[in-house]
């Protein structure tokens, strides 16, 4: 089975913290997404990467930056969190070739106060 | 620009009932759809991937079609189960690798 983990389910952090979120594939996928997810505004894309080091922004960069050192790994990184970037974030993993199936990590519950 | 819809945004029936969800999208050039699962609080659980080319896939109790032509998708859930409550989200792959996601549908199986 593809697993995609997430380093928290729940973290608490004061403004203008550095906050780092963690996301591991073991399925040697080569595309991983950060999306946040808001109530009345679905999931939005933040940041996504198909390849080591390679990294586009998706609809909603501002405030974040992501760090792909490793195929397995992809971080997410609130450079200074605000109280907006309370949010779910959500990790997702897929293959560049077939059918590029999204497989998703259980979530980071991000309260920022 | 792509868009998808999917309604309703709550529906709720009773245990053993047959149920259809809806997705409509609105640029027929897509790659492939795909419908994912969401309990409250957790992530998404993908639970079909349709092809451009396919026209339906099946797993279990539940049968995603595809009509790209007229821009939808449905999901159907054969004989539910209180187990069945949860989101069900669908997305359509464009040109790159990106999603683009519906609203979802909140479904409520009461026993």
């Known amino acids: 089975d593809v697993k995609v983990t997430q380093s928290s389910r729940y973290l608490v952090k004061r403004t203008g913290e550095k906050v780092f979120l963690e996301c591991v594939q073991d399925?040697?996928?080569?595309?991983m997404f950060w999306y946040r997810q808001d109530p009345g505004l679905g999931l939005r894309l933040i940041y996504f990467?198909?390849?080591?080091?390679?990294?586009e922004k998706g609809d909603i960069p501002e405030g974040y930056s992501v760090s792909r050192e490793k195929k397995e790994r992809f971080s997410l990184i609130l450079e200074s969190a605000s109280t907006n970037q309370t949010s779910m974030y959500l990790c997702?993993?897929?293959?560049?070739?077939?059918?590029?199936?999204?497989?998703f990590g259980p979530g980071t519950r991000l309260t920022v106060l | 620009k792509q868009e998808v819809t999917q309604i309703p945004a709550a529906l709720s029936v009773p245990e053993g009932e047959n149920l259809v969800l809806n997705c409509s999208f609105t640029?027929?050039?897509?790659?492939?759809l795909q419908w994912f699962r969401q309990d409250p609080g957790k992530g998404l659980t993908s639970l079909l991937l349709?092809?451009?080319s396919q026209r339906e896939q099946t797993s279990g109790r539940l049968n995603a079609s595809l009509d790209k032509s007229s821009g939808r998708s449905t999901l159907y859930i054969a004989a539910s189960q209180p187990g069945d409550s949860a989101t069900y989200l669908c997305?359509?792959?464009?040109?790159?690798?990106?999603?683009?996601w519906g609203a979802g549908t909140k479904l409520i199986i009461k026993p």
């Open positions: 997702a993993s897929s293959r560049t070739s077939g059918n590029n199936e999204q497989f």
């Open positions: 399925m040697d996928h080569e595309n």
């Open positions: 990467s198909y390849d080591v080091k390679m990294k």
């Open positions: 640029d027929s050039a897509i790659y492939n």
């Open positions: 349709i092809q451009s």
């Open positions: 997305a359509v792959r464009g040109r790159g690798y990106q999603l683009i």
